[in-house]
């Protein structure tokens, strides 16, 4: 009777387990409650609440563990427990020695950005049965940081080159010069791009390239008055290239070789200035239609 006890029992729970995240997926707000009120009375409210605490809110997607925690804890609660979420995600993050504006940082919505590197160390510390679940709920108030997302897909560390290439050229330019060159480059991206403004990424950019800087030097760029910089594309257009590992870059400014259309897709991948690179892409490819 013992062993035919047990089972009946967990099976109560595996019941109420499923309706709970039926209904709670649905966002059937009626349900819930009824659900709550009849499982209650089933199972008891200790052994309920440690249900949906550990089992159903694990496995439900972020969307709906939102909805559930605003609903029943309400807003001014849901946001202090978010507030605590993000303060030991800050903790754990730090000490395993990753840097914020590197590896994570806050964006203007108040959400933790993270590299894949953050993301994988967050995992971790979850036991494995409950990880990939873990990793659906960081969703709610954690983002993969765009620039993570960028580089992945170009397949290389485009704009950790980029920095690189851009503290070259601040070297050997006035501070004019310097704040145009910055100006373009970082208005094209965002344009391209434009979640890399929502993740802070032209103050991380400017930050990283003018760091070599004296401090007045620095300032005297940052602070420059032109409020329409303009600077030579091509220019630009071959340090693009060159953070994207294209070995003939340097040929682009040359009038015998000029730029090719697999350059111009490549740019377009990144960078959108004054003139749309898809348009220029469009025109030379109905040429090339016309010529054959």
Known sequence: MKFNGFWRKKDRVTIAKRQLL??????????????????????????????????VMVECDSDSHSWFCRTFLGQAQYEQMEGKAKTNIFQILLGQGLEPGKDFSFGSDGRILVSDRAKYILVDKVPQQHRASFATQLESFVILDPVSSIEYQLGCAFFSNLTEIAIQQIEILSDSQAAAYLGVLLAGLVSRHPQLRDADFPTRFLFNTLQGCSDKRAMRILNDP???????????????????????????????????????????????????????????????LKER
């Open 22 to 55: 039926k209904a709670l997926i649905q966002r059937n707000l009626v349900a819930v409650n009824n659900l709550i009120v009849k499982w209650q009375t089933i199972l008891g409210a200790a052994k309920l609440t440690d249900l949906i605490a550990k089992e």
């Open 226 to 288: 032109e409020t329409n910089p303009q600077f030579d594309e091509m220019i630009i257009f071959g340090h693009l290239l060159a953070a994207m590992g294209d070995k003939q870059y340097q040929y682009i400014a040359e009038e015998e070789g000029g730029i090719t259309l697999e350059q111009l897709k490549k740019l377009d991948l990144v960078w959108s200035g004054e003139s749309r690179i898809a348009e220029i892409i469009a025109m030379m490819e109905q040429c090339k």
